[in-house]
């Protein structure tokens, strides 16, 4: 499967616990994205890499979230002491940056409860 | 702060006709994405517009883009079954680096039989 490949694709856990979550973009993406989307919104942007290094935070991300991208393949969120507010779908996404054309391919998403 | 409203939120149609889902956005951008979801699944990437009156059409759906206006549209022409999903508009603001979308509510289309 050449798409972009998130686990796991459900994660239940208890406030004040700490979840990790996995993102693999397509072979040879340069750029991979972490959005966030609640139950009937659009998803909203999170960060983003270029290779290995992190070049843009939302204000959205708290300092409880914590992202990386070593070695510039996968990717890995960790949301530390969770709240219920953090319940969503965390989605990835990755492109190859070409200019102005710039397409993402979206995964299908980690859904995250906290009870 | 980028506001993206579409509208309907909740589109209930009938197969073979035709509806125009809208999207207004309030602050200038010259790029402008329409995505598909369906349920538990991916979104699926369906235009890229990049230019005021830019125009495509894939299949039964085709986008269009007025920046002056900033409106976008994605009209669907006789509807079938397979259209049914959430639909939507995001728009990049970014400046020539991240595209950083700012997506809309999105808009549920239903198409019945």
């Not at chain 1, 406030?15 to 397509?26: A, E, L, S, W, Y």
């Not at chain 2, 009938?14 to 402008?32: A, F, H, P, V, W």
């Not at chain 2, 369906?38 to 269009?64: H, I, T, W, Y």
Request: glycine content about 8%; some cysteine; aromatic content about 10%.
């Amino acid at each position: 499967d050449t798409g972009v490949s998130q686990d796991p694709r459900h994660k239940i856990t208890k406030r004040g616990q700490n979840v990790t979550f996995r993102c693999d973009p397509i072979s040879e993406h340069n750029r991979l994205y972490w959005y966030r989307q609640t139950l009937g919104q659009g998803p909203e942007f999170l960060t983003y890499f270029q290779n290995e290094a992190q070049l843009e935070k939302s204000r959205l991300l708290s300092d409880r979230f914590s992202a990386e991208r070593p070695k510039g393949s996968f990717s890995t969120l960790e949301i530390q002491r969770t709240e219920q507010g953090d319940s969503a779908m965390y989605l990835c996404a990755s492109s190859f940056y070409r200019g102005l054309n710039e397409k993402l391919f979206f995964g299908s998403g980690t859904q995250l409860s906290v009870l | 702060e980028l506001k993206v409203e579409q509208n309907p939120l909740f589109l209930s149609m009938q197969e073979g006709k035709n509806y125009t889902i809208y999207c207004n956005y309030s602050t200038t951008s010259d790029r402008l994405y329409w995505y598909r979801q369906d349920p538990g699944k991916s979104l699926e990437s369906l235009f890229v517009l990049l230019s005021n009156g830019a125009v495509k059409q894939e299949g039964r759906l085709m986008a269009s883009l007025d920046t002056k206006a900033r409106l976008s549209t994605l009209h669907i022409t006789a509807a079938v079954h397979d259209l049914s999903a959430t639909y939507f508009c995001a728009v990049d603001m970014s400046t020539g680096t991240a595209s950083k979308l700012t997506f809309g509510t999105g808009t549920r289309l239903q198409v019945t039989l």
